[in-house]
């Protein structure tokens, strides 16, 4: 069996987990930081008290504070986009391909921000630091569980804002964010135009479609079936950690493509010697991999959180308004999309390619089909420098 290490860097990106990445790194150690507002209403009108999110940067924000580029994370993603915490640290964050000194979000041109948003997965790392379920409601010192407000993807946009205006950022040089990141981007271009100059859609979509939808219920249902789940009443009690970590299994088939898994897997035994043909305790290799590794990123998890995150991307449709149409019609900057070829959970013609028709029609759009891979939707991660380029020059213009 490979090792732990190897595993927990080469899980899909939707279960979370930190990937393999260049041996170079952002220059410079991140240092992670936490923005409090007293109160936020959200869309739907409730109000959550104490709210606080983590962020970091790299770069230098200028005299004219407009070269600032917010990077938005993905469903499981953290802000940690960049650099690493500690010189020892095995990785750096998950898109150091492309940000750093002469990197194409150069650090030596541009102010890189990303945050953590509401209700973030990784609610028990230590270095993840959000608002959610498993927060103290200060109205009745116990945690919010199921109680906590609905949020969408315009609520984790509108903490991003009061962040970044926090900053005395009036304007933003550009969005950019993959699978959920892009999501964000797209909203935030419906939601602030006169903010956005430029956004960079990677593995995503501008709403979450039907099968989309059904995909995430199937994702939460692991969880609610775990009986320590307990309707999301689990704070001081066995946690819903089996639930959970199944649900990340399921992710993380979705989030790659079957040609990853046969090439790494193939039918190779978990164990040598150990036939699963002669015991069912017997396992092939894939399915001990994905055991240890879910398990792993579950520690660092809240279920409630998951499901959370799963309904702000059912939810979501660019602007939420009436329409998509009504929505992409207030997006008035450049867009550049980037999608994965072999995506199985944004499929590329069924979202980025059909936006780059309904789009032209309404502003300026470039297509970039670089990223391939045998991965999927995760290639928007580990390839996502074969787009540098792309965007470099997109970001220049």
């Given at each position: 069996m490979r090792s732990m290490v190897w595993a927990l860097r080469s899980l899909a990106v939707a279960a979370g987990l930190v990937f393999g990445a260049p041996a170079f790194a952002y220059d410079g150690i991140v240092e992670k930081k936490v923005f409090e507002m007293p109160s936020?209403?959200?869309?739907?009108?409730?109000?959550?008290?104490?709210v606080r999110i983590g962020w970091e940067s790299y770069g230098t924000l200028n005299a004219a504070k407009?070269?600032?580029?917010?990077?938005?994370?993905?469903?499981?993603?953290?802000s940690h986009a960049a650099g690493k915490y500690k010189a020892e640290d095995k990785v750096p964050g998950y898109w150091d391909a492309i940000i750093g000194p002469g990197k194409p979000l150069d650090t030596?041109?541009?102010?890189?921000?990303?945050?953590d948003t509401l209700v973030n997965?990784?609610?028990?790392?230590?270095?993840?630091?959000?608002?959610?379920?498993?927060?103290?409601?200060?109205?009745?010192?116990?945690p919010w569980g199921m109680s906590f407000p609905v949020v969408t993807i315009r609520d984790f946009v509108e903490v991003q804002k009061a962040l970044v205006e926090s900053l005395g950022i009036k304007t933003l040089h550009a969005v950019m964010g993959a699978s959920m990141g892009s999501l964000q981007a797209f909203e935030w271009g419906a939601a602030h135009p006169e903010m956005v100059k430029r956004l960079v859609p990677v593995i995503g979509g501008a709403e979450a479609n039907a099968f989309l939808i059904a995909w995430l219920n199937v994702w939460a249902a692991p969880i609610k079936l775990d009986p320590n789940w307990n309707n999301g009443d689990y704070y001081g009690k066995a946690e819903p950690v089996k639930g959970l970590a199944e649900a990340l299994k399921v992710v993380t088939l979705q989030a790659n493509y079957w040609q990853w898994f046969d090439g790494k897997f193939g039918r190779k035994f978990a164990e040598e010697g150990k036939d699963p043909r002669a015991a069912m305790a017997n396992q092939f290799e894939v399915e001990a991999f994905l055991d240890k590794a879910a398990a792993a990123r579950a520690a660092t998890s809240d279920a409630n959180h998951f499901l959370y995150l799963v309904k702000?991307?059912?939810?979501?449709?660019?602007?939420?308004?009436?329409?998509?149409?009504?929505?992409?019609?207030?997006?008035?900057?450049?867009v550049l999309l980037i999608p994965s070829a072999n995506d199985i959970v944004f499929f590329a013609d069924e979202n980025m390619r059909s936006l780059k028709d309904k789009l032209g029609k309404i502003t300026k759009v470039e297509y970039s089909e670089a990223i391939t891979g045998p991965m999927g939707h995760v290639d928007g991660l580990f390839n996502i420098a074969k787009a540098g380029d792309t965007i470099a020059k997109f970001l220049a213009q």
């Open positions: 936020y209403t959200t869309l739907g009108g409730e109000t959550i008290k104490n407009d070269n600032a580029i917010l990077v938005t994370h993905y469903f499981s993603g953290t030596d041109k541009y102010f890189i921000i990303s945050s997965l990784g609610a028990k790392d230590p270095n993840v630091v959000t608002t959610g379920p498993a927060s103290i409601n200060p109205d009745t010192g116990k702000a991307n059912q939810t979501f449709v660019t602007g939420h308004g009436a329409s998509l149409e009504e929505g992409l019609a207030k997006l008035k900057m450049p």
